[in-house]
């Protein structure tokens, strides 16, 4: 029998500990709430997500400051930190989960390269960022992002 999948395991963990979730993202362009969704009864630890793509949006939605954009970019530890602190004030919940990242083809640079991911997590206890660099088309970088942000909520739930 094959383990159930990410998106449902998040849930019974949100959902176990009475914890309510919010998702900023952008280079995954609502993949990862839509994961979510797909779990029946997900509106009850699902508060909603915001797909901000452009810096604008960022900024005005989610509250990033367009100081980190000018002086650090979108895909950006300082930037997925404030998407995710942004996320979970906007919507009220317990956890923010950002993503932001070079899904390609183009876009890439000797410091950025294509592939290149951040995902941040803020919580009333603190925030984290992490890093990834995937390899692979759009799609994929895209299918990877989401999948390892449900990763990281699962590891995070299960530690508390």
Do not use: F
């Not at 839509?34 to 939605?61: D, Q, W």
């Not at 592939?115 to 088309?137: F, P």
């Amino acid at each position: 029998m094959s383990a159930p999948p990410l998106e449902n395991i998040v849930g019974n963990l949100l959902r176990k500990r009475g914890l309510r979730l919010a998702v900023a993202e952008s280079c995954t362009g609502g993949l990862v709430s839509h994961l979510i969704t797909n779990v029946p009864g997900s509106s009850t630890y699902y508060m909603g997500g915001v797909t901000a793509y452009a810096y604008e949006a960022k900024v005005r939605l989610l509250g990033v400051s367009w100081r980190t954009l000018e002086k650090y970019g979108a895909v950006s530890q300082e930037t997925v930190i404030e998407m995710a602190s942004g996320v979970r004030k906007a919507l009220a919940a317990d956890i923010g989960i950002s993503v932001s990242g070079i899904a390609g083809p183009g876009g890439g640079t000797p410091d950025k390269p294509v592939g290149l991911t951040w995902i941040g997590l803020s919580t009333e206890g603190g925030e984290e960022a992490y890093q990834y660099v995937w390899e692979g088309n759009r799609l994929a970088v895209k299918e990877k992002s989401a999948r390892q942000v449900l990763r990281l909520l699962q590891e995070y739930l299960e530690s508390l």
